[in-house]
């Protein structure tokens, strides 16, 4: 396989037009960790824009940082900790999930748009993406976006090019708006609920005025080994159930033990703060009860989106009918599924229960056997498929940029 390992945007409009002249589609990548998500392409050539590394500006008192999008991310977050910062949509980091290196880049972060528990407050990573400068499937580079939300006129690119997994267009340069961390971070746990009852209790946590940034279940499992993703917080046959809130110290304490008695009748929470709070919540976001290294490990783990109202009956549906394991996180509005690998039944069972209660699925982690008879990504409607193919024709007609990612056949 040919790799081209571009030092600029220059170099990436001159690979993108030579594609285009050879009909010879691109794969790009930047360290590779999310090679395995999405449905296998056909390709000869990778487009390697790991050496677009540079940090362009960051000005921490504006709360805004540019970047090139071969930036290692871990580079980028200890930078802005060094300042106290975060990027408050906490995106997720997929290596215990995909079993891959502890790695990865900023490009590859707002390719995937993969958000954190923390979105219910902060939202996803396209509403942090300020502006981008890319490389279109014409081979011409162009600017979206600024530096401050209200130089956005007209059509906001940036929030197409966030979650199109480099199918529409090969970014080269962002500019990301970044948040103070909080002070200080407590979370109330609820021991043995069952799923229902666990959603009545987020749901009303989430309801209430205390400025809940996370809520997340996890159930008891004889499958999965819970005590080793949530440290000393509980054993594989107790479910737990987590609540978070962030802010000044004085205020987070008041909101939690105003929290913790209305949530007295679904039990007594203990509180955990800080440094354990913080490990607890990287475990949830990074989907870790289901590690690859884990006893889950080979199974197939799907992301489902649905209203909240039904996710309890339909995650202890979905583990009933796979004979899989389920976990929420309720802040982020997810279900994440790890069910058997027998690829068409369980994936007819998942899509069409999300379909029944209103959601959608994507099969964020299979092996490539698994995903060449699968879609990986949820199937729009007829109207919603028609939009988003003219989408992709006015950035890349030729579909020279990461060809059938997202859509079998394509």
């Known amino acids: 396989m040919d790799t081209l390992k571009v030092r600029d945007a220059k170099d990436v409009e001159q690979a993108v037009r030579a594609a285009i002249a050879s009909e010879q589609p691109?794969?790009?990548?930047?360290?590779?960790?999310?090679?395995?998500?999405?449905?296998?392409?056909?390709?000869?050539?990778?487009?390697?824009?790991?050496?677009?590394?540079?940090?362009?500006?960051?000005?921490?008192?504006?709360?805004?940082?540019?970047?090139?999008?071969?930036?290692?991310?871990?580079?980028?977050?200890?930078?802005?900790?060094?300042?106290?910062q975060h990027f408050a949509f906490e995106p997720m980091n997929t290596a215990s999930l995909l079993g891959t290196a502890e790695a990865g880049t900023v490009g590859g972060m707002i390719a995937a748009g993969l958000a954190g528990p923390r979105r219910i407050q902060a939202g996803a990573a396209r509403d942090h993406l300020l502006g981008a400068h890319a490389v279109s499937g014409f081979g011409d580079s162009f600017k979206a976006g600024g530096r401050v939300v209200k130089n956005v006129t007209g059509y906001d690119l940036c929030k197409l090019l966030a979650g199109s997994w480099g199918t529409l267009s090969v970014v080269t340069e962002v500019t990301l708006k970044v948040m103070?961390?909080?002070?200080?971070?407590?979370?109330?746990?609820?021991?043995?609920?069952?799923?229902?009852t666990a959603n009545q209790a987020m749901t009303a946590a989430l309801g209430s005025p205390f400025d809940v940034s996370g809520a997340a279940h996890v159930p008891k499992s004889a499958l999965r080994d819970v005590a080793g993703a949530l440290g000393d917080l509980g054993s594989p046959r107790q479910a737990l159930t987590l609540v978070r809130l962030e802010g000044i110290t004085i205020s987070v304490a008041h909101r939690a033990a105003s929290l913790a008695k209305l949530l007295g009748r679904f039990g007594t929470a203990e509180t955990i703060e800080d440094?354990?709070?913080?490990?607890?919540?990287?475990?949830?976001?990074?989907?870790?009860?289901?590690?690859?290294?884990?006893?889950?490990?080979?199974?197939?783990?799907?992301?489902?989106?649905?209203?909240?109202?039904?996710?309890?009956?339909?995650?202890?549906?979905?583990?009933?009918?796979?004979a899989g394991d389920v976990f929420y996180d309720w802040g982020g509005g997810l279900i994440w599924a790890a069910v058997p690998p027998k690829p068409d039944a369980q994936a007819a069972v998942v899509r069409r229960r999300a379909a029944e209660a209103g959601g959608h699925a994507m099969l964020l982690r299979a092996s490539e056997e698994v995903r060449r008879q699968v879609d990986v990504f949820h199937t729009p409607s007829e109207g919603i498929a028609a939009l988003s193919e003219r989408v992709r024709q006015s950035f890349d007609p030729k579909a020279i940029l990461n060809r059938g990612r997202m859509r079998r056949g394509t």
């Open 275 to 322: 440094e354990r709070s913080l490990a607890a919540w990287q475990t949830i976001r990074d989907v870790e009860p289901f590690a690859a290294k884990g006893p889950l490990g080979a199974w197939p783990v799907w992301r489902i989106v649905c209203p909240p109202a039904v996710g309890g009956a339909l995650g202890d549906r979905l583990a009933r009918e796979t």
């Open 180 to 196: 103070p961390r909080p002070e200080s971070e407590r979370t109330l746990v609820l021991r043995g609920l069952d799923d229902a």
């Open 26 to 84: 691109l794969e790009i990548i930047g360290h590779g960790t999310k090679r395995m998500v999405g449905q296998p392409m056909t390709t000869n050539a990778l487009l390697d824009m790991s050496a677009l590394n540079a940090v362009k500006s960051y000005e921490p008192n504006e709360l805004i940082i540019t970047v090139e999008s071969g930036a290692p991310l871990a580079d980028i977050k200890s930078l802005i900790d060094s300042k106290n």
